[in-house]
């Protein structure tokens, strides 16, 4: 099973409605978004004029990048498949690609909040909660980004985008199950948001006519794949460590010092 | 609830206050709640679901349920008994919660101890603040008469004072910025060519052609309004958008006509025209239902495809292609009447137009055509009586005007206060409406506001009006009060038939001293010697007493999920004695043109663009700027400018710009320029509402451009006496 959204661009209006829902759902910062709606053109594209909208948000692609960078210390986790009951456990760090649904997730309380994931999304489907400091782990904040509302879909509701898509243009399941809406849209035509570059499975799909398509695609995909800073992940991993020692009071004049270097090392 | 923090700090922590729930304590919760201080619980964890809210983040009215945590609404979602919108609601619908929690809303009644525009606010009593309210309008009647009194109502819970400052009061100057400044002219357009106001009343779900002159729905979001458009295109509806701009829906048009402003009824003219040289047009439905068909005829014979076309600047083929795709569509056209349509003082016409177009097309009681839903009936009405006195409104006096909207056009009241002639207009009471954005001309509403004797604003922000208050009242927002009832069908009318009937309620109690407009009203009743006018004690009497004959009651409706369904009717078909007036006798010996004509705007002056303004989805004009949200989504209206113009000024997409406009005034606040080749040479558009004056809104002050700002050449509709907007113009600066 692999969850997957695909968006309608004939039918989006770009009304915002999601953005706004998943933000009273989840008690994102105003500033802040789990998804976005970018407002394209009017431009001129090779099949005429057009103008649309990039409603994006995190794509838990098959081989994400945000995932391998994580520099939380990795712990074993046993997963359960919500409809089969079958476990399976696996080593992961704070951010993993779960075996059964193929949603990418977050775990908060072991974030470290260095933002890695987040500069390694080519998407820039991922920001720092700074509301979220995890004291214990001297973080910045904690690393947000869409869950595909699993939350909510394993309590047996939509996720809160589609819920409120006046639309109907979000459609949400299972890309892996033929018979799916989802599959469906794949069949018509809907397209993921790749390039030669950036090609890592996303299940974000979009469906639009041809200058919408052409509007969206020249506009919104992504080309870049960021290098890791290992750098701060090196930081990040130390820094746990580093505070707990602090806090305790153990360290010298100069290693206080290191310390609230490191802190303000912020890129 | 106290908000001790800076502007900055409650930006970032927003969404936690609007929760308001100690983390621990989420952590502390039962199973199956997140265990996590750093997971959101979700809205749908350890809630209590509120039922019978009504939206009015803008006036649509969407039902909702609201999700509350420890006494605080966390979340409002649609009401999934809705056959309106559904679980749908929109973007600002969605942050009703942030109106709700804003911490820069009204919250005591506050007197204005500094100058009227420089306020200084001094916190005082209900009692203090009504006295002085009922004391400074009977001053004002007494020296004078009711008519010194001036109203500008907006919003659902201003129906109750309205009535009662026109009715009881007996004061003919109110003046609705829903009328005046938006569908007024629409809605008598209408009434005088198929005698019935159209609202947004067309079958569009149905439709085989979609044709909407200025509509931008996309921009402009009704939920189930919206709904019916997007369920037209995808049953295969033709959209035709005629538009100087390419709009959210002019992107997904068939045909886009970048039409020259101001030229719309030449258009329509030319079309019908068009249709009957070469008899495309329903015969038998005019035949059936047509009222000086000939005269109309002969009237219009003159708009040629050329003609047509080079008033118009659009192309002759493209004027055809619409005209025959229209005919060959006939009867299941949706001819769309548009809603804000106080655009250039030439609009009746244009709205004659329209109706005559869809009387000609027969698309009237058939699917796709204009068809009013069967809904509910039997319920009560609420009024407050006559009073002793009553006054011949401006317009009835002095015979202008004569197709004018309920109420008085807004600058005959404005000059008559100014001037003091032809009697003195003295004390003002503002609810709901922010004329200093709503109303053209701001320098002529400042000069009136500072001639009273009295000015008091009801409102729940503190919007640009407020700043000119006497006493400035503090009222409960539409998630705190009860409210009319809204009612209708299902949005598609090839569903089921239903009918649905609910009521605002409210989902959480009203914070600090805010009160709802019942309670204000009587108290203002009590003080004028009024109190045995009084028709209802509370507003949840009020609501009881409309929906008793109808066999129901606030706690009915609670029962039943805040809202309740019946079997509906089919709404399609026309009556016998339906009639389309092509040329109306009625309007000749009124003065007026008999058949829709063309007025003719004046042209751009030469370096100026004509000023163009309209919806966003993520504002209702001023009302939502204050909205972090709703900021957040859209913090400024960008100026959309013409590429090839904006090339020649070297403006880039994203550059800073402001505007001044050929009379001289500039912009006070700037925004940033969107380049596009999808606007005209000739015009720039920009999102109406934003760039609010008043720095208790610590959001929405100075974000974006106000358009009211630069709307100083007053225009107005000659029939209606309703404001045209669309006849400033402007040059871009870069800022």
Redesign the interface.
């Known amino acids: 099973m692999q969850y997957a959204m695909v968006i309608d661009l004939n039918k989006c209006v770009g009304c915002h409605a999601c953005t706004i829902a998943c933000k009273a759902e989840w008690d994102v910062p105003a500033d802040k978004g789990r998804n976005w709606v970018k407002r394209l053109g009017p431009a001129q594209t090779p099949e005429g004029l057009a103008s649309t909208y990039y409603p994006g948000l995190c794509n838990h692609c098959d081989s994400p990048a945000c995932v391998p960078v994580c520099p939380a210390d990795p712990i074993q986790k046993t997963f359960k498949d919500a409809r089969t009951g079958k476990t399976t456990t696996l080593e992961v760090a704070a951010t993993y690609k779960e075996p059964f649904n193929g949603t990418v997730q977050v775990d908060k309380e072991r974030c470290l909040g260095c933002g890695e994931c987040a500069s390694a999304c080519p998407y820039g489907a991922r920001y720092v909660n700074e509301n979220q400091i995890n004291e214990e782990l001297g973080s910045d904040g904690t690393i947000d980004k869409c869950t595909y509302c699993m939350p909510r879909v394993n309590a047996g509701l939509d996720p809160a985008c589609v819920q409120t898509c006046l639309a109907g243009a979000r459609i949400f399941g299972d890309i892996t199950d033929p018979n799916s809406e989802v599959s469906r849209y794949k069949k018509m035509g809907a397209k993921n948001l790749s390039s030669t570059a950036v090609n890592i499975g996303s299940n974000g799909y979009y469906y639009a006519n041809k200058r919408d398509d052409s509007l969206l695609r020249s506009t919104s995909t992504p080309t870049v794949m960021a290098s890791v800073n290992h750098r701060r992940q090196l930081l990040a991993r130390m820094k746990p460590m580093m505070n707990k020692a602090k806090n305790l009071g153990m360290l010298g004049l100069v290693g206080a010092v290191a310390v609230k270097g490191m802190s303000d090392d912020k890129e | 609830m106290a908000f001790k923090v800076t502007r900055r700090k409650f930006?970032?922590?927003?969404?936690?206050a609007?929760?308001s729930v100690p983390l621990s304590k989420v952590a502390t919760a039962k199973a199956g709640v997140?265990k996590?201080?750093?997971?959101?619980p979700?809205?749908?964890?350890e809630t209590k679901t509120a039922v019978g809210g009504i939206c009015e983040m803008c006036f649509w009215r969407c039902q909702l349920v609201g999700k509350i945590r420890d006494n605080k609404l966390?979340?409002?979602?649609?009401n999934p008994k809705s056959i309106d919108?559904g679980?749908?609601?929109?973007?600002r619908?969605?942050?009703g919660?942030?109106l709700l929690y804003d911490p820069d809303r009204l919250k005591y009644p506050m007197k204005n101890v500094g100058e009227r525009g420089k306020p200084k606010w001094k916190r005082i009593s209900w009692k203090e603040a009504l006295d002085e309210c009922g004391d400074k309008l009977n001053a004002a009647v007494k020296k004078y008469s009711a008519r010194t009194i001036a109203m500008f109502p907006h919003g659902s819970s201003a129906k109750y004072p309205m009535h009662y400052f026109e009715h009881t009061v007996g004061t003919p100057n109110v003046s609705e910025a829903s009328f005046f400044q938006c569908r007024g002219v629409r809605d008598y357009s209408w009434l005088s060519t198929i005698g019935t106001g159209p609202g947004e009343n067309v079958d569009m779900a149905n439709a085989k052609v979609i044709f909407g002159l200025g509509c931008h729905?996309?921009?402009n979001?009704h939920?189930s309004h919206?709904?019916r458009y997007?369920k037209g295109?995808?049953n295969g509806a033709k959209l035709v958008i005629v538009d100087p701009r390419?709009s959210?829906s002019?992107?997904?048009a068939d045909i886009?006509v970048k039409i020259k402003p101001g030229t719309d009824t030449a258009f329509v003219l030319g079309i019908m025209n068009y249709m009957v040289a070469n008899g495309k047009y329903n015969k038998k439905f005019v035949e059936d239902h047509g009222v000086g068909f000939a005269e109309f005829k002969d009237a219009i014979k003159d708009w040629s495809l050329a003609k047509t076309a080079k008033e118009c600047d659009v192309p002759e083929a493209q004027i055809k292609e619409v005209a025959e795709l229209l005919g060959a569509n006939a009867p299941n056209v949706s001819v769309h009447p548009g809603r804000f349509s106080s655009w250039h003082g030439n609009d009746f016409h244009r709205g004659r137009s329209l109706a005559c177009l869809a009387g000609m097309l027969g698309a009237f009681g058939v699917p796709g055509g204009f068809v009013k839903g069967k809904g509910p009936k039997g319920f009560g009405k609420v009024k407050w009586p006559a009073g002793h006195e009553h006054h011949k409104a401006l317009h009835r006096e002095a015979g202008i005007f004569l197709q004018s909207p309920a109420g008085t056009p807004t600058d005959l009241i404005r000059d008559c206060a100014i001037s003091g002639k032809p009697y003195p207009i003295k004390a003002c009471v503002i609810w709901g409406q922010n004329p200093m954005q709503t109303i053209p001309k701001q320098e002529n509403t400042i000069k009136m506001l500072k001639q009273m004797d009295f000015v008091m604003c009801v409102d729940v922000m503190p919007t640009d009006i407020t700043m000119y208050a006497d006493i400035l009242l503090p009222e409960s927002s539409y998630l705190e009060r009860f409210d009319y009832i809204k009612k209708g069908t299902q949005w598609d009318f090839s569903d089921k038939h239903q009918q649905f009937v609910s009521a605002r309620m409210p989902m959480v109690r009203a914070d600090f001293e805010r009160r709802d407009q019942v309670y204000i009203v009587n108290e203002l009743a009590k003080r004028m010697g009024h109190e045995k006018a009084i028709p209802v004690q509370t507003v949840e009497d009020m609501v009881d007493a409309m929906l008793k004959p109808a066999g129901l009651s606030i706690k009915k409706l609670i029962a039943e999920d805040g809202i309740h369904l019946q079997p509906g009717k089919d709404p399609y078909g026309v009556k016998e004695d339906f009639e389309v007036q092509f040329f109306n006798e009625e309007l000749v010996e009124e003065g007026y043109a008999g058949a829709p004509t063309y007025v003719a705007v004046p042209d751009v002056p030469k370096g100026y663009m004509r000023l163009l303004s309209g919806r966003s989805?993520?504002h209702t004009f001023n009302r939502t700027q204050n909205n972090?949200?709703?900021?957040?989504?859209?913090p400024e209206n960008p100026v959309w400018v013409n590429d090839k113009i904006a090339s020649k000024m070297g403006i880039k997409s994203g550059d800073r710009v402001t505007m001044v406009n050929s009379e001289g005034i500039k912009s006070s606040s700037t925004s940033h320029a969107l380049v596009?080749?999808?606007?005209r040479e000739d015009c720039v558009f920009m999102a109406h509402g934003f760039g609010s004056k008043n720095p208790a809104m610590s959001v929405g002050k100075g974000a974006g451009m106000d358009d009211q700002e630069l709307c100083s050449i007053l225009v107005v509709d000659p029939e209606t006496g309703c404001s045209g907007m669309r006849n400033n113009f402007v040059k871009l600066i870069k800022a």
């Open positions: 930006l970032q922590t927003a969404s936690i609007a929760a997140a996590s201080p750093f997971t959101a979700g809205s749908f964890a966390v979340k409002l979602e649609g919108n679980t749908s609601i929109c973007a619908g969605n942050s919660i942030k729905f996309g921009e979001v939920v919206a709904k997007l295109l995808e390419f959210a002019a992107a997904k886009w989805p993520l972090v949200w709703l900021n957040a989504g859209m596009t080749p999808g606007i």
